[in-house]
């Protein structure tokens, strides 16, 4: 039971490149989470995602898209990477109320 | 105003005392109220939850819940060094189901040994 995991852990991005996030959980859960952290802004909400097939808009979701593949798979697209999108970037999932966070993506956009 | 606030510290303890950090919401309608810790490049991890006001006790740690005044708090019983890390307060209200959170942006605590 791997909990949520993420890939990859790092990444360096040059601006205007594209890449996907990739996330996954096996604890069987139905919302799933994008977030992003920056030093002093705490964690905010990118995207979630209540069940299969919906997604829906968090704080900050300009300059990202996702996906929701299947019940276990939510990933995260960045089309044209801005170095405002360097952050570390975590997903996360929870079942009636209870949220467990994968180990992070660090992405830093030149 | 932020809808969670918290100190951002830090908050500096001796070792074996009691640590206390604190967070106030402006939603009413919060239903959920979470504290998660983190460690320096680590992922957050659930500490603990509290639905109903009063305490909530789990080991070293309770949960310390205020409705009325849009008030929860964390109470670190016999602090160790290894609880030096950062403590997010998470609030929660569900639409249909579907949880959003509300995180503040943390609160450093420092154990001296």
């Known amino acids: 039971n791997a909990g949520v995991t993420q890939t990859p852990k790092f990444q360096v991005l040059k601006t205007g490149q594209s890449m996907t996030l990739q996330c996954a959980q096996d604890?069987?859960?139905?919302?799933m989470y994008w977030y992003r952290q920056d030093p002093g802004m705490g964690l905010r909400l990118i995207y979630y995602?209540?069940?299969?097939?919906?997604?829906d808009k968090g704080e900050v979701p300009n300059g990202y898209n996702v996906s929701r593949l299947n019940k276990r798979e939510f990933s995260l697209r960045l089309e044209s990477a801005a170095p405002s999108q360097t952050s570390v970037y975590f997903c996360?999932?929870?079942?009636?109320?209870?949220?467990?966070f994968g180990p992070g993506t660090r992405l830093t956009v030149l | 105003q932020k809808e969670v606030e918290q100190n951002s510290g830090p908050l500096s303890v001796p070792e074996g005392a009691i640590a206390s950090l604190n967070c106030t919401y402006s939603?009413?309608?919060?239903?959920?109220f979470f504290w998660y810790r983190q460690y320096s490049g680590k992922s957050p991890e659930l500490i603990m939850f509290?639905?109903?006001?009063g305490d909530k006790e789990d080991g070293r740690f309770t949960a310390q819940l205020n409705k009325a005044s849009q008030y929860v708090s964390l109470l670190i019983r016999d602090s160790q060094p290894s609880d030096s890390a950062t403590y997010l307060c998470?609030?929660?209200?569900?639409?249909?189901?579907?949880?959003?959170?509300?995180f503040g942006t943390g609160t450093r605590l420092k154990v001296l040994a």
């Open positions: 509290i639905y109903s006001n």
């Open positions: 939603d009413r309608g919060s239903q959920s």
């Open positions: 998470a609030v929660t209200h569900s639409t249909s189901g579907t949880y959003k959170y509300i």
């Open positions: 996360a999932s929870s079942e009636v109320g209870t949220q467990y």
């Open positions: 995602s209540a069940s299969e097939g919906t997604t």
């Open positions: 604890m069987n859960h139905n919302s």
